[in-house]
């Protein structure tokens, strides 16, 4: 059998959205993903413009049939527990849907990773990519290894690097730069019995500020929940670890400790440290990074499988026009690099801003009484929470930089 036109590590929303891209554009793609799927992973909440990128996908009615907790919006609430609801039917008219879904990740996942197998992508589970291969500074394949086999190698005109927070290539060539602005630990698992909203607004997600950082609240269907707090590293170095740091948070938050009254943990918790990360480099000679494994900001705007998905799909389409051109060059991409950089970079903004905004706790709790007020307000934030991240301008409305920026007259709690 001839050697495939391309070769991406990982199965996960990036690395199925530019296999199934590659395939259907009549390229031998082969997938080499390291564990088998289903499998648990965090990422649950998705935003609305996911929706247009899985409509191009040919997935949209593969995700409506599969009966995830629909997301109509979002609350807001502040440390002293008084919370605004933002719906997306306030940007209805900018949206394909007026809603999402929040998606347990390992059924979500293997829904993609089999359309991409559908497509005609070759995929091969429980095989890890263990090295490089390459000639001068151009990379020309992987080599590979499972269980019980031996190690080989496999080349091709280009390596796609969908690998995750791995960040395979980066991590190799030293390209991995922690933000050290965004110095965050996460802490999470899932839970059944926690409070939801009644009715419409039962699948929104919550985002609860409180004094060490933030937590978030996401519903999925079937009853569980995927709770999770932020903080900064130095609130978790030197103290308890797993469940009693995570309980010593909760009860530190009264808003989450209230809804949390009943709950029962269904999941290991689990910890992920260095949250922010991005690469110095998205492309080189015979390789590109899609997803995680270029650039993760942070939990708060739900980026990750939006930027996944929309990488993979741009840089199927480049792939493709370099393979047609007889190769794969830093230089082809560097179109590619541009515009997902500058889009990450409005939303580094957005995010920095997130943090000087909850780190004033009186702030907070005088936004959310304004937010109730302006429907002006809620829409904006309805905006930033939609996908738009490269409609946003970091100067200007409707950004939330611009929101926060302003001073807020105070008002009556």
Known sequence: MRDPDAVVIGGGPGGAAVSMELARLGHRVVVYERTRFPRFHVGESLVPGVNDLLWDLGLDEKIERAAFQVKRGGNLTSPSGRYVKFHLSLIQDQL?????????????????????RETGAEIHEGTAVVGLLQEGSRVVGVTVGSPGSPVRDVRAPVVIDASGRETFVASRFRHRRRDPRLNKVSIWGHFDGVIRDPGPDEGNLIAAVFDRGWFWIIP????????????????????????????????????????????????????????????TRFSGDGYVLVGDAAVFLDPIYSYGVYLALKMGRLAARQVHECLQAGG???????????????????????????????????????????????????????????????QLDPEGPPAMVQLLRKPLARTAP
């Open 328 to 390: 794969v060059t830093a230089k082809a991409f560097e179109g590619y690099e541009a515009s997902i950089r500058r889009e990450v970079e409005v939303v580094f903004t957005q995010i920095y801003n997130w943090y000087r905004f909850i780190g004033d706790k009186e702030r907070v709790d005088r936004f959310v009484p304004l937010m109730i007020r302006w429907v002006t307000l809620r829409r904006s934030f309805s905006l930033l929470f939609s996908g738009m991240y490269d």
């Open 96 to 116: 394909r849907k007026p809603y999402t879904f929040q998606v347990l990740r390992s059924r979500f996942d293997e829904i993609l990773l089999d359309h991409s």
């Open 220 to 279: 999925l269907a079937g009853g569980a929940t995927s709770v999770g707090a932020v903080v900064d590293a130095d609130a978790v170095k030197r103290r308890k670890s797993g469940p009693a740091l995570f309980d010593e948070f909760v009860a530190a938050c009264p808003f989450v400790a209230d809804r949390m009254r009943h709950a029962v943990r269904v999941t290991p918790l689990e910890t992920v440290s260095n949250l922010a990360y991005r690469a």
